[in-house]
């Protein structure tokens, strides 16, 4: 499809067996050596699962895998989903007609994303009826039709294909053998200690517990249907459950390029890259989830292994590519300015800006908050009187605003608490 639309681009459809950087050559599993002037690794992450190898164990990361857990889900009755980032509170919000048992290691849900009191504001709607329409979002949605697999063939589970995106769930039925709208339940400080399918956990002798049906009191009875596999959590309950969603975050996918390379890593296993998203190697260039940003950032963004964060990489590296290739010099993107990502959870509008959660900040800051139970959940992080970073839950049209205000760096202490006043329209007033 991209061949048709583009001459100058040729796409291969096989695996890298080797990266052999001295010689300026990528070796494929299909045989093939391809010569390059400039390469670009984008090879993302893969899904860091709590247990390799169980078949009860799932992790989503691709639109195969999402795949897979919907058809796995038409047939449960309970799913435990394990994890506190972007994809468990998606799914915990979009999964119908199944029992949820959500294991979270933090206080409070969302603990990437959020404090504990916009935690709180979304936690309301957990045991809410789900209302009956979505809200819109206003941008570019990107699907995978005309890419299906030919009948037959089977997806390679170690394949990793593209990262879902923001609207993965769109499109797809995800509801389980029960009638109700959505039922869930949360257990927090706590992560798995033990997994054991359904001929282990009967030797074990040990019992599992019901799904606790009130949201204060938490119900001790024993649980006498059988399940296929059984979780055992570090606070000593252990749920039975159909499947387990294992979605604890990612890894940097870099292994098939280390062989023989010196690559420079960070912390974190990612190819560390310059402000030009040069790596160590000469002519290799990363970009997306399989990169850690070296150079040193703007005070108001940070790296976040996010779809939206590997796209603007991904735009950037390509002009970086071609610059270096035409001799010319290039300034850093105004994305990396300020750090900006906008998605949904729980039905709500979700935008985070800068440094959202006084990422870096330490001790030396204030907060201010606005919340309208239901409504919105606003919260501004100051420093020195200048902001440097927002949350903002529900549609209060405040994006815009804020997002000038961290980048121009005015002085609001005159302000004070009036910043937020509902009865004052600073959109208005800051325009």
């Known amino acids: 499809m991209l061949e048709n639309r583009f001459p100058n681009i040729k796409v291969i459809e096989s695996g890298v067996k080797q990266l052999k950087s001295e010689d300026h050559c990528v070796l494929t599993e299909d045989g093939s050596q391809h010569v390059y002037r400039k390469l670009c690794l984008c090879a993302g992450a893969k899904p860091k699962l709590i247990c390799e190898g169980n078949p009860y164990v799932l992790g989503i990361r691709d639109t195969d895998s999402a795949q897979e857990f919907q058809k796995q889900l038409t047939k449960a009755k309970r799913i435990m989903i394990i994890g506190n980032g972007g994809i468990a509170l998606e799914l915990v919000y979009e999964v119908e007609g199944c029992e949820v048992i959500w294991a979270i290691k933090d206080k409070a849900i969302g603990n990437t994303f959020f404090d504990a009191g916009a935690a709180e504001f979304l936690t309301s709607e957990l045991i809410a009826e789900k209302p009956g329409s979505k809200i819109v979002h206003k941008r570019t949605r990107y699907t995978t039709e005309g890419t299906k697999k030919e009948a037959g063939t089977k997806t390679n589970v170690s394949n990793i294909g593209s990262a879902l995106g923001p609207d993965w769930h769109e499109g797809l039925n995800l509801k389980g053998t029960k009638e109700f709208s959505h039922k869930i339940h949360i257990e927090t400080m706590c992560e798995v200690k033990k997994i054991y399918l359904q001929k282990e956990f009967k030797i074990s002798k040990k019992k599992s517990l019901t799904f606790p049906r009130d949201h204060h009191i938490q119900s001790l009875t024993t649980d006498k249907e059988i399940w296929p596999v059984y979780v055992e959590l570090t606070n000593g309950k252990i749920f039975g459950c159909d499947f387990i969603v294992s979605a604890t975050g990612v890894i940097p996918n870099t292994e098939p390029f280390l062989c023989g390379n010196n690559f420079d890593l960070g912390e974190d296993g990612g190819l560390k890259v310059d402000d030009h998203m040069h790596t160590s190697l000469p002519d290799i260039y990363a970009a997306g989830d399989i990169c850690t940003a070296s150079w040193q950032p703007s005070p108001f963004w940070q790296q976040m292994r996010l779809w939206t964060q590997a796209r603007q990489m991904g735009w950037y590296a390509a002009k ?75 549609d209060t049209n405040l994006e815009e605003t804020f997002e000038n205000l961290i980048l121009n760096q005015m002085n609001l202490s005159s302000y004070g608490e009036h910043l937020l006043d509902p009865n004052i329209d600073i959109e208005d007033y800051f325009d």
Do not use: P
């Not at 919340?371 to 970073?389: D, L, S, W």
């Open 320 to 394: 970086c590519m071609a610059a270096a290739t035409l001799g010319d010099s290039i300034d850093m993107d105004f994305s990396f300015e300020l750090f900006a990502h906008v998605t949904k959870f729980f039905n709500y509008k979700v935008v985070l800006l800068g440094k959202y959660n006084a990422q870096s900040l330490g001790s030396d800051h204030e907060l201010m908050l606005r919340c309208t139970k239901g409504q919105e959940y606003i919260k501004v992080v100051m420093q020195n009187g200048r902001m440097m970073g927002a949350v903002l839950i529900g």
